[in-house]
């Protein structure tokens, strides 16, 4: 799920100090799942183009590193209805544990000269987003990751 794109305007800049190498591979977002859990496409993509849930609210603590030199905020408010949607998107109660965070610097990429927690310092506290869709993305190799489909939300939040 990217972060939409006006409340993505202060994260996309400090992402492009901390990380440049991820910040041009993929904008700010939480990832919902991952390839190995999604199981039957065609079943998944049916849920979700029946997609009558409200939009999904996510609140996150300040940045704090983690793995050397990786920048991450966790979320503090909305895990719930994450780990719901995660349910209904994979169909299925049995899912592994997933919690929604933001990456800011990924610990795989070289340390950018700009990678430091004070970069993100300046960035709202709680951080409050609103997602307003799910997109069904891929990489192709090192290129950068592409959205295959985009399903909104059907309610606010």
Same mark, same amino acid.
């Not at 199981?39 to 409200?54: E, V, W």
């Not at 209805?81 to 209904?88: D, K, P």
């Given at each position: 799920m990217f972060v939409p794109v006006q409340a993505a305007i202060e994260l996309e800049q400090v992402r492009?100090?901390?990380?440049?190498?991820?910040?041009?591979?993929?904008?700010?977002?939480?990832?919902?799942?991952?390839?190995?859990?999604?199981?039957? *496409?065609?079943?998944?993509?049916? !849920?979700? @183009?029946?997609? #009558? &849930?409200?939009?999904?609210?996510?609140?996150?603590?300040?940045?704090?590193?983690?793995?050397?030199?990786?920048?991450?905020?966790h979320?503090?408010?909305?895990?719930?209805?994450?780990?719901?949607?995660?349910?209904?998107? *994979?169909?299925?109660?049995?899912? !592994?544990? @997933?919690?929604? #965070? &933001?990456?800011?610097a990924h610990p795989r990429n070289p340390k950018a000269p700009g990678n430091s927690l004070d970069v993100a310092a300046n960035l709202p506290t709680p951080l409050q987003l609103v997602f307003p869709s799910i997109c069904l993305i891929e990489q192709s190799g090192n290129d950068p990751w592409r959205v295959l489909e985009t399903y909104e939300f059907s309610v606010g939040a």
């Open positions: 492009r100090v901390v990380d440049p190498a991820q910040s041009s591979l993929i904008p700010a977002h939480i990832t919902l799942c991952r390839e190995d859990e999604l199981g039957d *496409l065609p079943a998944m993509r049916s !849920r979700l @183009q029946n997609l #009558h &849930l409200p939009a999904i609210s996510l609140s996150f603590a300040p940045a704090e590193i983690f793995y050397e030199h990786g920048l991450i905020m979320c503090i408010a909305g895990e719930d209805a994450f780990f719901h949607l995660r349910e209904f998107v *994979l169909d299925s109660k049995n899912i !592994r544990a @997933q919690r929604p #965070h &933001l990456t800011l």
